[in-house]
Nanobody
């Protein structure tokens, strides 16, 4: 069982990136898949999730209107489209699966140890 992120890289402020989170060994049906990020010297931040069951989503204010999460159950992949990127978006981004539907709690309250599965992360660097 694993989650693997891809799509990170270096982009200028105002640019876009699309991250992917591919799962193997389990299906998304009963899980909320969230995206989290951690920048050096800062606390881990969860900012979005999507329910594998019905595609319902949640976003924190820090990314609402700029980031879009989507799911392709057939490919067992969750995507994160990031637009209008800012230097403060620079961080290691990782996805995690939690056995529940997507709610604010999953994004802001679940700790890394509480995630059922999590990936290793992909670096996103936004230059000014």
């Amino acid at each position: 069982v694993q989650l693997v992120e891809s799509g990170g890289g270096l982009v200028q402020a105002g640019g876009s990136l699309r991250l992917s989170c591919a799962a193997s060994g389990f299906t998304f049906d009963d899980y909320a898949i969230g995206w989290f990020r951690q920048a050096p010297g800062k606390e881990r931040e969860g900012f979005t999730c999507i329910s594998g069951f019905d595609g319902s989503t949640y976003y924190t204010d820090s990314v609402k209107g700029r980031f879009t999460i989507s799911i392709d159950n057939a490919k067992s992949t969750v995507y994160l489209q990031m637009n209008s990127l800012k230097p403060e978006d620079t961080a290691v981004y990782y996805c995690g699966a939690f056995f529940d539907i997507c709610t604010e709690m999953v994004v802001t309250g679940v700790t890394p140890l509480e995630l059922d599965y999590r990936g290793q992360g992909t670096q996103v660097t936004v230059s000014s």
